[in-house]
């Protein structure tokens, strides 16, 4: 298991932008350390044999079924604007 030291701290700390007290760089040091060593529980867990499960709720899905309602054509949307061309908006140049 790797284990954080000083060096990595004060590494991460500087890609960061942040200066630590040398308390602040122990207190983070032995931080990071337990959630490596968390991460690595979590790595070891055995997982086989088991499903991924995406939905824990068991909730389905609650949306209604698309249905082909009456449409209008495009030349009906278009006619409403206040420029066109062929059939696309004109708008003002946009730099």
Do not use: C, H, W
């Amino acid at each position: 298991m790797a284990t954080i030291t000083k060096d990595d701290v004060l590494k991460l700390a500087r890609l960061s932008m942040i200066s630590l007290s040398e308390e602040e760089v122990s207190k983070f040091q032995a931080e990071l350390d337990e959630i490596l060593s968390y991460i690595q529980k979590l790595a070891d867990a055995d997982v086989e044999g088991l499903s991924p499960t995406n939905q824990v709720t068991g909730l389905v899905n609650v949306m209604r079924e698309d249905e082909i309602a009456d449409s209008v054509t495009q030349d009906e949307l278009l006619k409403n604007l206040p420029d066109r061309e062929d059939n696309y908006i004109k708008v003002k140049r946009v730099l």
